[in-house]
């Protein structure tokens, strides 16, 4: 992956050519999260490591280097089969109650159906954030973060509705789009989830003025 940290000779501006890289570097960043997490077991260790190359990127403008990423997916797999059999099965519960809410064969109507789909948003809004948190943590401490990320949503309501949003937009894309293109999604969406997530900084002058 190319870095974003050399230095350009148009005052800071990026042109196009800075957009396009960046583009094929999350598409790759997609096509490998999801080639890692092919084997399901693998899946948490994928997200967590493509989530810290994110996060680098982000706040450095370079990604990490292969030998680094290789190492935090190794650290990161046997701690995260726990957590991807817990994903697993909560998605899979929750696609079946879906399911039968839709075909009729549980009670509750278009009002049960409506309420399970809003908590399945949030929960994958919460599950979003906790990626992002696991991405600062080097690509690990999911119980960490898992905690990190109950609080944070807590705090923030109004983030956790636009990670909500970001994971149904790509929850969306992912039926409408042709399955190809589906791991270069994967990658968007990592990167959408750390954008909504950073805190931008208070300007100084600002700071100064709101001080007693």
Do not use: K
Not at 92 to 114: E, F, K, N, S
Not at 134 to 141: F, M, S
Not at 159 to 168: D, E, I, M, N, P
Not at 192 to 212: F, K, S, W, Y
Request: hydrophobic letters at 55%.
């Amino acid at each position: 992956m190319a870095s974003r940290a050399e230095p350009v000779d148009t005052g800071g501006r990026r042109d196009w050519r800075d957009v396009a890289r960046d583009a094929a570097d999350l598409a790759l960043l997609g096509i490998l999260l999801t080639l890692a997490a092919v084997p399901l077991l693998t899946a948490a260790a994928a997200a967590g490591t493509a989530s810290a190359a994110v996060h680098d990127w982000t706040r450095t403008g370079s990604w990490p280097s292969a030998r680094t990423t290789v190492r935090r997916f190794g650290r990161a797999v046997l701690p995260g089969v726990p957590v991807s059999l817990l994903a697993l099965a909560g998605a899979a519960l929750l696609v079946a109650d879906l399911a039968a809410l839709a075909t009729g064969r549980v009670p509750g109507g278009t009002a049960a159906l409506l309420v399970t789909a809003l908590i399945a948003a949030g929960l994958a809004g919460y599950a979003g954030l906790v990626v992002v948190e696991v991405g600062g943590n080097g690509g690990g401490q999911w119980r960490a973060s898992v905690r990190s990320a109950a609080r944070a949503c807590l705090d923030a309501p109004t983030r956790w509705a636009a990670l909500t949003g970001v994971v149904a937009l790509a929850g969306l894309l992912t039926v409408l789009v042709t399955p190809v293109a589906v791991p270069i999604l994967a990658g968007y969406t990592v990167a959408a989830l750390h954008a909504v997530t950073v805190r931008r900084p208070v300007p100084v002058a600002v700071a100064r003025r709101e001080m007693p």
